[in-house]
């Protein structure tokens, strides 16, 4: 019996160790990140934040550039990803519901989500960077092909499954009664969609609307594979740019002094920085909306 | 996609009796269906990718797949032929380092948190975990490289395994909490009403109730970690050879797929599509498996 007793509490130690690991881990990697860009911080001082200029060369290691292209990318990839996963999630939650088409759809959207970044990049440079450079060509723009509006499109394809999926369970939670009750005042379906069950959801889909820009700013592979890699600051969306994922990915491994790649981890510690606190929003306003 | 035009027909149809309804009322029923339309053609554009890549990866991986391709090594340029069998191999050692790793520590983590969901430990611990889960992949890769790669002055599979473990964690702990929460209280009670300790109790009855949760849990980990490429650009690196020794840089699937696409020769770029078909039917079997798993042993009680 005593034995049965000793290995409880070591059970219960081990489960409590489990819960402390899993808390210390994340504190680790911000205290990690933290220490590895110190010698950056105090090189670069808080004009990194706000200078554009990105030169190993004469060592001046500001972010603004990054920044910029990762704003720009994300956003246009979110309002194109946003409007196509409501139809979606319209769709999926409300015209067919079950069925086969429901069925094939909904394979569709995990199957969307499980091709591996490196993938859409490839994609990306066969379909759409031709793409791009015939409209840049009939527009009479340089042809680059590459640049942010082609990663905004391979982006916004690449978070679709998420915020789809996302939609469809908000979509799922608004109360029939409601719905019902417009459509027993003769209201049509698409009227009660637009005036019942959207603005219901409004919240919801927010939440999830943020929790998908949290994906857009740290993809990383695809977005360098097609973005141009240009360290300039740039609103030109047909320019060739970088994001801040896409710097470290090109950059890291052949950084040659030491602040040049603290400067790199710098900006890794102010993408995770921003990232969770977009996921952290994201979360307490689809958790609100799920408690309603 | 003449098909799913047609079976809209028959679900709203104001077409026929719109001619003997109020004006007003036809033209809601035109807008109506609109909307549907515009919704279901808004889905086909969102979906059409997925046909393109699938059949364009097939047909194209597909042709370069032989045996020769999967046993041998990469050909210098020039040479005809070669393999991504130093990949393959590669890819099974990395995520197997993430596996061990991250399996115990992430369904240690995932019990606790469904035991002691209200606890303020288990509120730290799920945030911290839900945090993890939205760090950028390449983040994990700069932090495996500050842990391991700066301090042994190589780069090295054992970092690679290490920042792709960091990403298979939290999917393995939520999946795991999701699950055992599911279990109801009764099998809990009947096992300690019969005198059975609560590390019994939790290993034999509740853990063995819940495990096609967990395995679930695991196959996605291990799907999501086999096709991460941003942490091992500077972990695991790369290695044209055969590589085995997990303290060596080594090559991996998708990073042999970012090296070939991105090269101007189109032999190279044809190695690639073979590698991504790989990639994708290795990728796309786990998630099957997964499925199976989860219809063949649904928690049922």
Do not use: C
Request: avoid cysteine; glycine fraction near 8%; charge should be positive.
């Amino acid at each position: 019996m005593k034995s049965e007793r000793s290995s409880d509490t070591a059970f219960r130690t081990l489960l409590v160790l489990g819960g402390i690991a899993v808390s210390v881990l994340l504190i680790a990697i911000f205290v990690s990140l933290t220490v590895a860009a110190r010698p950056a911080i105090i090189a670069n001082g808080f004009r990194f934040l706000t200078g554009s200029e990105w030169d190993p060369v004469t060592s001046s290691f500001h972010s603004l550039a990054f920044v910029v292209g990762t704003l720009i990318t994300s956003l246009i990839a979110l309002v194109v990803a946003t409007i196509l996963s409501l139809a979606l999630a319209i769709l999926m939650g409300e015209y067919f519901r079950t069925g086969a088409f429901s069925a094939i759809m909904r394979t569709a959207v995990e199957l969307l989500a499980g091709i591996p970044s490196v993938v859409y990049g490839f994609i990306g440079l066969f379909f759409f960077v031709p793409a791009v450079r015939v409209l840049e060509t009939v527009l009479g723009l340089p042809p680059f092909g590459v640049g942010m509006l082609t990663t905004s499109l391979l982006l916004a394809f690449m978070i679709l499954p998420y915020s789809a999926s996302i939609g469809r369970e908000i979509i799922s939670l608004v109360p029939s009664d409601l719905k019902e009750a417009a459509l027993s005042l003769g209201a049509t379906q698409s009227e009660t969609i637009w005036k019942i069950t959207l603005p219901y959801a409004t919240s919801g889909i927010m939440g999830g609307v943020l929790l998908s820009l949290g994906r857009a700013l740290g993809e990383t592979m695809a977005v360098t594979m097609v973005i141009g890699n240009a360290n300039v600051l740039t609103f030109d969306i047909f320019a060739p740019g970088n994001t801040m994922a896409s710097v470290i990915a090109n950059e890291f491994s052949e950084a040659t002094t030491n602040v040049y790649l603290s400067s790199l981890i710098e900006i890794g510690l102010l993408l995770f920085v921003v990232s969770t606190l977009i996921n952290i929003a994201g979360k307490i306003v689809v958790n609100r909306m799920a408690a309603r | 996609m003449a098909e799913t035009e047609v079976r809209i027909e028959p679900l709203s149809a104001p077409g026929r009796r719109s001619r003997t309804l109020d004006p007003s009322v036809a033209a809601r029923l035109r807008g109506d269906l609109g909307f549907r339309v515009l919704m279901l053609a808004l889905s086909l554009i969102a979906t059409v990718p997925l046909v393109l890549i699938l059949v364009y990866i097939v047909v194209k991986g597909a042709s370069s797949i032989n045996w020769q391709f999967l046993t041998e090594l990469p050909k210098p340029m020039g040479e005809a032929g070669g393999g991504i069998s130093n990949a393959i191999v590669g890819t099974v050692i990395l995520v197997a380092i993430a596996t061990v790793i991250s399996v115990p520590l992430g369904v240690i983590a995932g019990i606790f948190l469904s035991e002691r969901s209200k606890s303020r430990l288990g509120t730290v611990a799920r945030l911290s975990v839900e945090t993890l889960m939205g760090i950028p992949s390449i983040v994990l890769g700069i932090v495996a490289y500050t842990w391991i790669v700066r301090p042994s002055g190589h780069f090295s599979a054992l970092s690679g395994g290490v920042s792709l473990a960091m990403i298979m964690l939290p999917v393995i702990t939520l999946s795991t909490e999701e699950t055992l929460l599911l279990i109801p209280l009764s099998l809990r009670e009947a096992a300690l009403a019969l005198g059975v300790s609560y590390r019994r109790t939790v290993m034999r009855v509740i853990l063995p109730a819940g495990m096609s949760g967990i395995i679930t849990g695991v196959l996605l980990a291990v799907a999501r970690g086999a096709g991460e490429t941003a942490p091992l650009l500077f972990t695991a690196f790369g290695n044209p050879f055969l590589a085995v020794n997990i303290l060596k840089p080594m090559e991996s699937l998708p990073h042999t797929i970012f090296y070939y696409a991105t090269s101007p020769y189109p032999a190279w770029q044809a190695l690639a599509w073979g590698a991504s078909f790989v990639l994708l039917v290795i990728i796309l079997t786990l998630n099957v498996v997964t499925k199976l798993v989860t219809s063949r042993w649904k928690i049922q009680f």
